[in-house]
Nanobody
């Protein structure tokens, strides 16, 4: 069973940057990977996803142009570079897998990790 460990969150001022990392301790061969976030009182939402070969990506409208997802299959790692952060980006961020980098297909195939907290102050 694949285990996911997210890291890299923290407290940052608006306009700042963070880079999140997701380590998968298992085989993620062939799966798309994505970053999700859940803010207090809100449902978890997909913010970015990337196909196995990295050629296809998805970004939520709210993060387009600011966030970049990438992956290193040799290391079983997925990253989320977050720039120009806004207070509304404050949430716990999780990574997980899906069949394709789309909202419908990114269902979260593996057990959810503990996530990493991102807090953006105004």
């Amino acid at each position: 069973q694949v285990q996911l460990v997210e890291s890299g969150g923290g407290l940052v001022q608006a306009g700042g940057s963070l880079r999140l990392s997701c380590a998968a301790s298992g085989r993620t061969f062939g799966y798309s990977m994505g970053w999700f976030r859940q803010a207090p009182g809100k449902e978890r939402e997909l913010v970015a996803a990337i196909s196995w070969n990295g050629l296809s990506t998805y970004y939520a409208d709210s993060v387009k142009g600011r966030f970049t997802i990438s992956r290193d299959n040799a290391k079983n790692m997925v990253y989320l570079q977050m720039n120009s952060l806004k207070p509304e980006d404050t949430a716990v961020y999780y990574c997980n897998a899906g069949r394709a980098p789309t909202v419908q297909a990114m269902s979260g195939l593996f057990p959810w990790g503990q996530g990493t907290q991102v807090t953006v102050s105004s």
